[in-house]
């Protein structure tokens, strides 16, 4: 039998006989998941991802700790993925001064915010402009046939 915990109302359902929705590596009820779905469950999933790629020894506690830490402090799980995104890739710093933690992400959190609202900017710009039809233009080459013709120098002639 396929019993699992609900991740929102932690009650035990047979999710072989109930829809279901799968969170990460955890199941929830649809009807819970469709009441207390946000965005930012998604993002703690991807940081995670992040996380595990650059940091390969890591303490989930403490992340955890800290990702909760930056919630209150006002620093969405999107800004943290995007902020560790932007600091290993985009940056390309060494992963090794980070000891395991994510403690960078207010330090960097600004540049990160400008980093990717330039970014946005200049894709809106790019998806506001129209192409307009292409024009065919026929261009014929014009060969001046007095000035094609070369005169050489005859070196017998010199001597």
């Known amino acids: 039998m396929g019993k699992v ?15 279901f929705k799968k969170i990460g590596r955890r199941y929830a ?3 819970c998941y469709e009441k207390n779905y946000s965005e930012d469950l998604d ?9 595990k790629t650059y940091l390969h ?16 402090k ?7 993925y995007l902020a560790l995104l932007y600091y290993y890739e985009i940056l390309k710093k060494s ?3 980070a000891q395991g933690r994510i403690g960078i992400v207010p330090y960097i959190i600004d540049d990160a915010r400008a980093y990717y609202e330039k970014k946005n900017k200049a894709q809106k710009n790019l998806s506001s ?3 307009p039809d ?6 014929e080459k014009i060969i001046d046939r007095n000035t094609s013709k070369k005169t050489f120098l005859n070196l017998e002639e010199l001597e």
């Open 5 to 19: 915990k609900c991740y929102f109302c932690d009650q035990y359902f047979n999710w072989e006989k109930e829809p």
């Open 29 to 31: 009820h649809t009807t």
């Open 43 to 51: 993002y703690k999933e991807k940081i995670y991802e992040v996380v």
């Open 57 to 72: 020894d890591y303490n989930y506690a403490i992340i955890e700790r800290q990702r909760k830490s930056y919630n209150t």
């Open 74 to 80: 006002g620093i969405s799980n999107k800004e943290i």
């Open 95 to 97: 992963p090794e001064a």
């Open 129 to 131: 402009f129209q192409n």
């Open 134 to 139: 292409r024009v065919n233009i026929n261009i």
